[in-house]
């Protein structure tokens, strides 16, 4: 999987912020993705990161956990899209992009 620096260039813009983190990461329960984490934690519009990545073949998951004693925290993954119908604008209630 890449990115190109464009794309984060519209994270940074979506985010305000160039306070991300970008990690690589594989299982074998998830195969290959990539990590995003903004700020600390933060919480940030899933809707805006499926508009830029999406196009590009992907899917994006968020994943929140609440911590006793920092609150909420979220991070998002980004994994190439095993189903060709996630693409398409509006499938299954999602935002047309």
Not at 3 to 27: G, M, P, T, V, W
Not at 49 to 73: A, H, N, Q, Y
Request: glycine letters at 8%; a negative charge; proline letters at 3%.
């Amino acid at each position: 999987m890449r990115l190109d620096y464009s794309i984060l260039k519209k994270l940074e813009q979506l985010y305000k912020s160039d306070d991300f983190k970008i990690e690589a990461r594989s299982n074998e329960f998830e195969g290959e993705y990539i990590m995003l984490r903004f700020g600390y934690w933060n919480e940030v519009d899933i809707t805006g990161l499926m508009k830029i990545f999406r196009p590009l073949g992907f899917t994006v998951e968020m994943s929140e956990w609440e911590d006793d004693e920092c609150g909420w925290k979220y991070s998002y993954h980004i994994k190439k899209s095993n189903n060709p119908l996630e693409l398409i604008p509006g499938f299954m209630g999602t935002e047309k992009v």
